[in-house]
């Protein structure tokens, strides 16, 4: 075999040279870029690591996400508390009497409230009796009850002397 009769062969190695030879530049770069890929690898592994424990946070997460989504329901209420707050302040001096008794029944009630929450360690120590302890939480219960009405009557007074001085 000689050399002319390869020339068409010999040619077309020559152009894949030339062609893959020209490629290098772009070659190298994409090869720089992998071993600058290879130095984030840690903070890679981090960000797995931190996604892992974040994982194992998902059932918290998800319990105050259900505590803001309930609080976020409520913002009707709050920003409701909100304006009649401000009525009241526009009408301090007519509601200042309801709001003495208001408060008056509302330290009565959390006086309930705290011998509620004094009688609780007592009740935690009588947990091996289970009728005691269901007699002491019915008991704590039955006062807060009889509070509340007196706290729901002092509210609707003093709602409806912001709103008997509004008129």
């Known amino acids: 075999m000689s050399t002319n009769d390869n020339v068409g062969t ?28 290879a130095n984030y690898l840690p903070q890679i592994d981090e960000l797995g690591e931190k996604i892992i424990a974040l994982n194992g946070k998902l059932p918290s997460i998800t319990q105050q996400a259900s505590a803001i989504l309930t609080l976020q329901k409520k913002i009707p209420d709050i920003q409701n508390a909100g304006k009649q707050l401000a009525m009241v302040d526009n009408d301090f001096s007519n509601v200042e009497q309801t709001m003495t008794e208001g408060i ?24 091996n009796q289970a009728s005691d302890f269901g007699e002491k939480t019915a008991q704590g219960a039955k006062q807060l009850q009889d509070a509340l009405p007196g706290i729901s009557t002092s509210i609707k007074t003093t709602i409806g002397q912001v709103q008997v001085s509004n008129q």
């Not at 490629?23 to 090869?31: A, E, F, G, H, T």
């Open 104 to 127: 008056t029944e509302a330290k009565e009630g959390l006086q309930i409230v705290q011998k509620v929450q004094q009688a609780l360690p007592k009740i935690e120590g009588l947990t």
């Open 10 to 37: 010999i040619d077309k190695y020559t152009q894949e040279v030339t062609k893959i030879h020209s490629q290098l530049p772009d070659m190298k770069n994409k090869l720089a870029k992998a071993n600058e890929f």
